[in-house]
């Protein structure tokens, strides 16, 4: 008779296995559910490591084409409050960022091992970036 288990993947999961094995289980499966455990396969560091140029050469071109936008009309984009609260949040995405990369040069697994502050910065990254989103937007109504 063969016996399987599963077990929900985790940094321990090789170790599990082996355990697994040793206690005669024939076959162990990991729930491959990334939303409910411990993605296995993708860690935080092969993610930074893929977008990062993506990001460090998407921002000289975001800086290229909003110059041409105040070069258009620069009185309504200078003056107004709004374009200088997405200013604002567009530094802050960019010193987050940097915050979210130093470690990373480091320890490419840090970011793996604090979890919680890898969540934080992810929610304070996206309410910024979506206060930039709303903020280029309402540019043009005041």
Not at 46 to 53: E, G, M, Y
Not at 54 to 74: D, N, Y
Not at 81 to 102: D, E, G, N, P, Y
Request: glycine share 8%.
């Amino acid at each position: 008779m063969d016996f399987t288990c599963g077990y929900p993947p985790g940094p321990s999961s090789i170790e599990w296995a082996r355990c697994a094995e040793e206690l005669g289980y024939g076959r162990v499966y990991l729930h491959d559910s990334p939303a409910l455990y411990w993605d296995v396969w993708v860690t935080l560091a092969r993610v930074a490591d893929r977008f990062r140029p993506v990001i460090w050469w998407m921002l000289p071109l975001l800086l290229a084409t909003g110059t041409v936008l105040i070069i258009g009309e620069p009185t309504r984009e200078l003056g107004n409050w709004i374009f200088q609260l997405k200013m604002l949040l567009l530094v802050s995405v960019v010193a987050l960022l940097l915050v979210f990369q130093r470690p990373l040069a480091r320890d490419p697994q840090y970011w793996d091992a604090h979890r919680r502050g890898a969540r934080l910065l992810a929610i304070v990254s996206l309410i910024l970036w979506c206060g930039i989103i709303f903020a280029g937007r309402w540019i043009a109504y005041l």
